[in-house]
């Protein structure tokens, strides 16, 4: 199994999604060990937010030209534009320019993705659109919501798993 190390692209953010979509892709085990650390050089205060949110939405764009069908792209890249921006929202107009302008850095990357481009396997990609934030459809939590709204009841999610995370405090990883 040759999955490679992280791509140099990436530098950062998403350089985990994609090394892990290689590793899976080819057969291989992803294992969590609650004892490894990893140690960042400056604590979260002090991330410059709308620096990570365009390298995020960047390399998210990236993430779905490589490994996604092209007939899923329009798809993929809307959620991809729409999570960033909802992501950036509490941040401000600032990080929400910074999210948009990383997704058009990522569309303008197309000729550098296409260099890397493999097909993923279906059963894999659908576990990534569950999986990670920017990749969920965009109108479901906005059904969820009216739904709760108008009844006071949460609906119950039709594929299980655990509700989606407000990334807007974290780097989306």
Not at 25 to 32: E, N, S, Y
Not at 69 to 74: E, G, H, K, L, T
Not at 88 to 109: I, P, T, Y
Not at 144 to 158: D, E, H, N, S
Request: aromatic letters at 12%; charged letters at 25%.
């Amino acid at each position: 199994m040759e999955a490679g190390l992280n791509d140099p692209d990436f530098f950062l953010y998403a350089n985990e999604w994609d090394l892990s979509i290689r590793i899976l892709a080819r057969g291989g085990k992803i294992a969590f060990d609650p004892a490894v650390r990893a140690l960042h050089r400056s604590p979260n205060g002090f991330r410059n937010a709308a620096r990570l949110r365009k390298i995020t939405s960047r390399n998210e764009t990236w993430i779905a030209l490589k490994y996604y069908p092209i007939p899923s792209w329009p798809r993929m890249l809307a959620r991809v534009l729409f999570w960033n921006i909802y992501a950036a929202r509490k941040s401000g107009l600032r990080v929400s320019a910074a999210a948009v302008q990383g997704w058009f850095l990522g569309l303008l990357g197309l000729r550098r993705a296409l260099a890397k481009r493999e097909v993923m396997p279906a059963p894999l990609l659908a576990k990534y659109e569950r999986a990670f934030w920017s990749f969920r459809p965009v109108l479901v939590p906005a059904f969820r919501a009216v739904i709760k709204r108008l009844t006071g009841k949460t609906p119950i999610r039709a594929q299980g798993g655990p509700e989606p995370r407000d990334m807007a405090s974290n780097n989306g990883c």
